[in-house]
């Protein structure tokens, strides 16, 4: 470990930064050299003695008072909770991991850093953000977070992790460079929370926080491929190894015996004589992870609502339609709908529900004139993504992984593998992009009517509450996620897309909108919205 005392050492090298590695007794005239090189971008060679510098993102002199701590080399063993569980996603996605000493892990410790912070109250965007430039060859890539433990607690089981993306290394992309760069805003050393006439502002309270202000930095060995090609590296190899992770297709059929779905694809299982409804998932997920609540035994008792949908002869199929959602736009989506399908029609209107992103498909296969599959009958459309506020700033899509790791068990390898990326890449897919408010793309879907006059519309939306999510993140936390989304989404929101948002649909095809207090990823789990979500449901597929 080192330290740095601001007030008593302090290096000669650039007064916008601290390099991060040994401490300034202890650097060589030729390290300092070598360092300083590596600063002024006149060599692209590693610097064995220093791994980054940390200054102010906007690059004034960097002179807080107090005392940093950092690792000088990091360490390859003895990792611990979420930091394991990171490394661990790590070696699970990437393909050159061998051995134990695959990762180097490194952290910084601003516990005892005084900012100076001269105001009590902010918003999230007025927060001093830092900038980390860590020193990497184009073989190695970095998953960088936040680690909110309880304060002074390295090895919390229950810490936060909060990923923060690398800034884009050009228009394409580019794998072939010696350092990335990551903005963050600092956690003030004191006490935080929301101010009561406006939770976007964050009041600064005397005493310590409860959590920690710490940075941890792995970085690791990996194939030198643009960032495409270390996507599809990386989902190939989940796709074998977890069912629940996303980005494949298939089209499935409720098995009412067996209480689950089984694959249609390749078989003559699904009629198209009978009154079918088909389920739509949202964003990452798979079937399973969007609808368990109404038919998974990990719900019981509370898991029989597609079946008695069967059984009370309100449909006589329900299918289900797995689907990339991330590196696809939603016409490729129907696309691949359509062929599964074939050449036939559906005998009756096929009726709908899309969570999340799957609204938007829905709504997709509403309008669209190419769907010669099936007219839409009735479209319920549960918390719709139909524009998701944390992607008009790419700076707060870290807030949004955040929340989709902690509220979706399951999902953590998958979002290991998406923060090595800049955050620009990541909102440049198309799926990304149909969410991303004000899309041309996406307004051209939602402004479009439907194909058929005999549509119906139903919106349940969902705001988050309070009560609903104690003890899901820290406290201090839980404060700056709350001031986030709110700027993000507005004032009502299931921290994941804003209430707004969730209500679009076809005015004059629209019932009235059913509002419940929830959280985007628990809708269809009964008990934990304060409202019965399965009966609305059945109330609205019944009529």
Known sequence: MATIDFGKAAYEIDERFQPLGVEPSEISPGQKTSLLKKIQRKTTNSVHSHWAT?????????????????SKNGQNTGATAVTLEEIKNIYEINPRARGSKFVNERYINFDAVDFGLDKKEYTIDELPELRLTLFLQ??????????????????????????ILPQSTGPDHTTKRDRLDYLFPIIPNRKIKNADRNPEIIEILDGKPEMSFVVKVLTFKRNQLNPEDLVHEGLNILKKNHENINERYDLLIYNPKANNFETAVG?????????????????????????????????????????????????????????????????????????????????????????????????????????????????????????????????????????????????????????????????????????????????????????????????????????????????????????????????????????????????????????????????????????????????????
């Open 138 to 163: 184009p073989d190695e890539g970095a998953v960088v977070f936040y680690q909110g433990c309880d304060r002074g607690k390295w090895n919390d089981p229950d810490a936060d992790v909060e990923y």
């Open 267 to 543: 078989t003559n299982k699904i009629d198209l004589s009978k009154k079918t409804l088909l389920l739509v998932h949202g964003t990452f997920v798979r079937t399973p992870q969007s609808y368990g609540g109404l038919y998974l035994e990990e719900y019981a008792p509370e898991n029989m609502l597609l079946k008695q949908l069967i059984d009370d002869r309100v449909y006589d199929q329900i299918i289900a339609f797995d689907h990339p959602t991330i590196l696809e736009d939603a016409k490729q989506n129907a696309e691949q709908l359509y062929k599964y399908l074939g050449s036939n029609s559906f005998q009756y209107p096929v009726d709908l529900i899309g969570t999340s992103r799957g609204a938007l498909v829905c709504h997709y296969l509403a309008m669209d004139k190419n769907n010669r599959n099936f007219e839409c009958g009735k479209v319920l459309s549960i918390s719709g993504g139909f524009g998701v506020g944390y992607f008009k700033t790419a700076k707060r899509i870290s807030t949004l992984l955040k929340v989709l790791r902690k509220g979706v068990p399951g999902w953590g390898t998958l979002l290991t593998m998406i923060a090595q990326f800049s955050i620009d890449f990541f909102i440049s897919r198309p799926g990304c992009q149909l969410l991303t408010p004000n899309n041309e793309r996406l307004l051209q879907i939602i402004n479009s009517k439907p194909t058929s006059a005999l549509t119906v519309y139903q919106n349940v939306q969902a705001d988050w509450h309070k009560s609903l999510v104690d003890g899901f993140f820290k406290k201090t936390g839980m404060v700056i996620v709350d001031a986030v989304a709110k700027s993000m989404l507005g004032r009502k929101h299931d921290l994941v897309v804003g209430f707004d948002q969730q209500g679009i649909s076809p005015a004059n095809q629209s019932r009235p909108k059913i509002k419940i207090r929830s959280m985007h990823t628990k809708n269809l789990v009964h008990g934990y919205p304060k409202e019965d979500v399965h009966q609305i449901v059945r109330d609205f597929l019944d009529d």
């Open 54 to 70: 940390i200054g102010w993102a906007d690059n004034r002199p960097f002179a807080p008072t107090g005392t940093i701590s950092f």
